[in-house]
């Protein structure tokens, strides 16, 4: 296989950031330097990272409530607390996309690396569910202009689907993955999201999961999950 597959399927990072470590220069195979992510290589290869081993892990996918306060990445020098802290160390998983700090919310974990370049590449965009509230609640004009279409910065924002929910409460469903997108949306008329929770991405649903803990998936939803 691919030496960047490899690398994925040992849950060292996704497929994608395997390459860019491939052609930092940091990986030998058999006692050679490689930094062709498409070198090929087998399980009978010798294969190191930074001078230590690397070995195809058992895959492992959790669901995960996310609290707020939790920084979605495996490494931060600057955040207090790591979403990894919440599920297993070993074998060693990363967050599949992100939620930014203080929103809360289903996050998938795992370090299947095909998997995760399979449900974040573009083409591949799951519809995902939020619930949120806004610190003034949104007029019925800004209601109609958003679900029409806004212009932010890097682009024009439409959601897939807006309702109210309650006084200054509302669910959206969007298809996009641009950072701080909801929260940027509703600055755009002045304001401000005060709670931002994701319920569901394409098939998956918190259900009773309480906040911070998490599950294993069944290969039913792993499977719905990339036929969605």
């Known amino acids: 296989m691919r030496l960047a597959k490899y690398l994925a ?46 070995q195809i892990s058992n895959k492992v ?11 979605s990445t495996v490494s931060d020098r600057h955040a207090d607390l790591l979403i990894t802290e919440l599920v297993p160390g070993s074998p060693s998983v990363w967050p599949v996309g992100r939620l930014d700090k203080n929103t809360s919310g289903l996050i998938i974990m ?34 109609a ?6 212009a932010l910065e890097d682009g024009e924002f439409k959601p897939d689907h807006l309702e109210v929910l309650s006084q200054g409460k509302y669910l959206v469903r969007v298809h996009e993955g641009r950072n701080r997108l909801i929260r940027r949306s509703i600055e755009h008329f002045g304001k401000n999201i005060t709670k931002l929770h994701r319920a569901k991405v394409g098939p998956l649903e918190l259900g009773n999961l309480k906040m911070g803990e998490y599950r294993n998936l069944t290969e039913k939803e792993l499977r719905s999950l990339l036929d969605a």
């Open 9 to 54: 399927s040992t849950g060292v990072s996704s497929r994608r950031k395997s390459e860019d470590i491939i052609q930092s220069g940091r990986v030998t195979v058999n006692g050679t330097n490689i930094i062709d992510p498409a070198f090929s290589v087998s399980e009978v290869d010798k294969i190191l990272l930074d001078g230590k081993e690397v």
């Open 61 to 71: 996918y959790y669901l995960l409530n996310k609290p707020v306060g939790y920084t």
């Open 110 to 143: 795992t370090n299947d690396g095909d998997l995760t370049q399979k449900i974040t590449h573009p083409s591949h965009q799951k519809l995902k569910e939020y619930s949120f509230s806004v610190d003034r609640p949104l007029s019925d004009v800004e209601l």
């Open 145 to 150: 202009k958003m679900k029409k279409g806004i």
